[in-house]
């Protein structure tokens, strides 16, 4: 599987489907240890690392995983550090509620165009300059808050800052150059996780620094500037780390990238049919934008929401908001994990159920915590909604793996897209307007989160069944190896060009969850000479 | 379930229950005692750099002993209706404690009988609006006992308009250009050398 140049979806080649979201290490028989190279870590054929080391920062696999998970926290943390010190900004710059939530859409909304030309960026400089030219070419956007002076600047720049997020393209890029496939849903999912962390990460931070500056002396609508300078100075220092201490590859080497030309690549027009002609990648797009989408909203509205509707100090209701942010720490692995319990009694089925469950619950305490008058609920519900949301973040990569195998890469990318744009059409729905009070608005957005999450019934593999149907009867539709060899035509499989899709189908079985072994064999993969 | 936040759920709760509880106050309950007028600068105000002087006592028309029970007054900055439209962290609500109407303190002296005169110098965190202003009678438990404005009760006369500091300063924009500057050019450095090491290990 050594087709590292980032044809379309290249970044996920090698997940087979059947390492489990939360796997450490895979064990030598599996994937054979390079014996030769000389890592501090196992490595396999491709020297990517076979085992996952979380508090080393050995060269080059763990730091570059602590590089990018930082990178994109950093990037988080700009993109929402306007969010806590929106009471100030607001009076500084005469906002009405409707520039607040315009202003909050296009903090998300810029990122969505932003990921895909990252991939583009990471397949001809690579991920450690995407990583570094984003996250230095947009400190000149977190710096120009100090110029803006009315809500119209106060839009634009936003929406620039929120370019920055396209990191996580770069940062997911890089983690599955550097680690082995059996493994690499762990380590992304930890640094997706850790990196929206960011998010909870700048209510606390932004205010604490606000406050700090306040005492040296400085009056408010100076301050909260002053304050941006923070964030902008992590972007050029990581930036920096990242050029001084990253490398593209295990071997060090760029060029390499750049030189495999031997492997067939597969055609973009292609794999997007695939991607978008097959209903669940939009079943997916819906949901995401409903469990990560309500969450880059929460990060932008909620700890406004504190301050006002419980007179709380900026710095309290920064401190409460931050709880929320800072639950992907486990809320996020820990779908991840719930997923693949599911999978292991249950299959895919258990899978989808899981998901359900989550991001439904995720809803319900959203529609609790609009609802709640006093603060200690309001806390508890916010809480309970953001392992719900989070949680479910976890649980919807458990199952993309398994959508596609051909169109992988671009349906993680979708997904990941649809997850912005969820949160910007809430956010406009919902809290730009003077319609809902903020309150009214996080009910009826919990609301929405639960209709929203229905349609996770009508997903249905032929192989593996689906919430309410189990799987179809027919012999051939049956198997996992009919489903994804249904996405090459006849041409391509004669050329071979199938042949990972049927490893991954072979694979894949596990998420029969407990049928495996009761299976009937399909008639034509039965060897002739038996 | 992550500890951290659970805990800190727990002693929110305690905290919580700190409070001490006190009868509503509503703002329709109060009597109007107070007369109160304010001179400015007939254009608009600049923050941080204009004064206002404002003057109150008691209406000699009410019966002697209503301001037994006043204690302080409190002089406040409010917000006229205009400046309240689409933005709800400005609401007037009827349940004074829930009020939002009047953020600003410009003086908080104990109560005189003889009408009180102050000079307040705009402060510089003072929003772009329109104003009037409003002293309200506290009793001994800082309970306001009654009100009076420089306007009308609909809130349309004797409105004034403050213009607030912009929060920008030159030193600012700079620094900000500088370290723009220099995210951008060492960005480039760094690229341009390591293109020319690699183009130079080629040859």
Redesign the interface.
């Known amino acids: 599987m050594s087709d590292i140049e980032g044809s379309p979806g290249s970044s996920m080649h090698g997940v087979t489907g059947r390492e489990l979201t939360f796997a450490l290490s895979v064990a030598s028989p599996i994937v054979p240890t390079d014996t030769t190279a000389n890592f501090d870590l196992p490595v396999d054929s491709e020297h990517k690392a076979k085992v996952f080391k979380l508090f080393s920062f050995a060269n080059p696999h763990m730091r570059t995983f602590h590089l990018s998970w930082i990178s994109f926290f950093t990037c988080f943390v700009s993109t929402f550090a306007a969010a806590p010190l929106v ?1 100030i900004i ?3 710059l ?1 906002l ?3 520039d607040i939530g315009n202003a909050g859409v296009a903090s998300v909304s810029g990122s969505i165009f932003s990921r895909l030309v990252m991939g583009a960026v990471c397949d001809l400089l690579g991920p450690r ?1 995407g990583c ?2 984003l996250i ?2 947009s ?2 956007t977190v ?2 808050m ?2 803006v ?1 009315d809500a119209g600047g106060y839009i634009a720049v936003r929406f620039m800052i929120g370019f920055s997020l396209a990191t996580f393209v770069s940062c997911q890029y890089w983690m599955s150059t550097m680690f082995n496939s059996k493994i690499i849903g762990l380590v992304n999912g930890t640094a997706a996780g850790w990196g929206n962390m960011g998010g909870g990460a700048t209510q606390l931070i932004m205010p604490l620094v606000y406050d700090i500056i306040r005492r040296v002396g400085a ?4 301050a ?3 304050a941006f ?1 923070i964030p ?2 992590l ?2 220092i990581m ?2 780390l990242v ?1 001084t201490l990253g490398q593209d590859l295990p071997d060090g080497n ?2 390499s990238l750049q030189k495999k030309g031997n492997v067939a690549k597969d055609k973009f027009g292609k794999v997007l049919w695939y991607a978008v002609t097959n209903y669940r990648t939009w079943v997916f797009v819906l949901l995401y934008g409903y469990s990560m989408g309500v969450e880059l909203s929460t990060d932008n509205v909620i700890a406004e929401y504190f301050y ?1 509707r419980f007179n709380l100090k900026l710095h309290t209701a920064g ?2 908001a931050a ?1 929320f942010g ?2 992907n ?3 996020r692995p820990f779908g991840g994990y719930a997923s693949d319990k599911a999978a292991q009694l249950f299959g895919m089925r258990g899978r989808l159920w899981v998901l359900w469950i989550l991001q439904t619950a995720g809803g319900a305490f959203c529609i609790w915590l609009g609802r709640a008058n ?3 609920i309001a ?2 519900a916010m ?1 309970l909604f953001s ?1 719900g949301a989070q949680a479910a973040c976890g649980a919807t990569f458990g199952i993309i793996p398994f959508i596609s195998r051909r169109s992988l890469g671009i349906i993680s990318g979708l997904t990941g897209a649809g997850g912005n744009f969820g949160s910007g059409l809430t956010q406009l729905i919902f809290f730009s307007t ?1 319609r809902f ?2 309150a009214a608005g996080l009910t009826w957005m919990g609301v929405m989160i639960v209709a929203c999450t229905l349609p996770v019934s009508l997903v249905h593999f032929p192989q593996w069944g689906s919430m309410f149907l189990p799987p179809s009867k027919d012999i051939t539709m049956s198997t996992e190896e009919h489903y994804y060899s249904s996405e090459w035509n006849e041409d391509e499989k004669k050329k071979g060009m199938h042949s990972a899709s049927l490893k991954f189908a072979e694979n894949s079985r596990s998420e029969r969850g407990k049928r495996v072994a009761s299976t009937p064999t399909p008639p034509n993969t039965t060897p002739t000479h038996v | ?2 500890p ?3 805990l ?2 727990f002693i ?2 305690l905290a ?1 229950f700190s409070d001490t509880c006190f009868a509503i106050i509503s703002f329709s309950s109060l009597q109007r005692t107070l007369v109160v007028t304010a001179s400015h600068p007939q254009r608009l105000l600049k923050a941080g750099e204009d004064k206002i002087t404002v003057t109150w006592g008691l209406n000699q028309s009410f019966p002697a002993g209503t301001d037994s029970a006043y204690k302080t007054i409190k002089v406040q900055l409010c917000y006229a209706p205009i400046s309240q ?5 400005r609401k007037t609500h009827d349940n004074l404690s829930k009020d939002k109407t009047c953020q600003f303190k410009i003086v908080k002296t104990p109560y005189t009988t003889t009408n009180h005169t102050s000079e307040w110098t705009i402060e ?2 003072v ?3 329109t104003y009037f202003v409003r002293a309200y009678a506290l009793d001994t438990q800082d309970q306001q006992v009654a009100y009076g404005q420089n306007t009308d009760a609909k809130k349309t006369t004797n409105l004034f308009e403050i213009q ?6 030159v030193s ?2 700079i ?3 500088c ?2 500057a ?3 050019v ?2 480039m450095g ?2 341009f050398a390591e293109k020319r090491k ?1 183009g130079k290990a ?1 040859q």
Do not use: E
């Open positions: 009471p607001r009076d500084n005469n009405k509620k409707q300059y570094a030219f230095m070419l400190a000149p710096f120009s100090s110029f002076k009056t408010p609508f100076t909260w500037r002053i300078f902008g100075w972007h050029i930036g920096i050029l760029l060029s006002d401190i409460i709880t800072m639950a720490l486990v809320a006093s603060l200690p806390i508890l809480i392992i003077s009070s903020t | 379930m992550a951290p936040p659970l800190l759920c929110l709760v919580s439209v689409d933005r709800a962290w510089r965190d929003p772009t609006a607030a500091i912009t929060g920008r300063h600012l924009d620094a900000s250009v370290f723009s220099f995210s951008i060492a960005l760094f690229f690699g080629q």
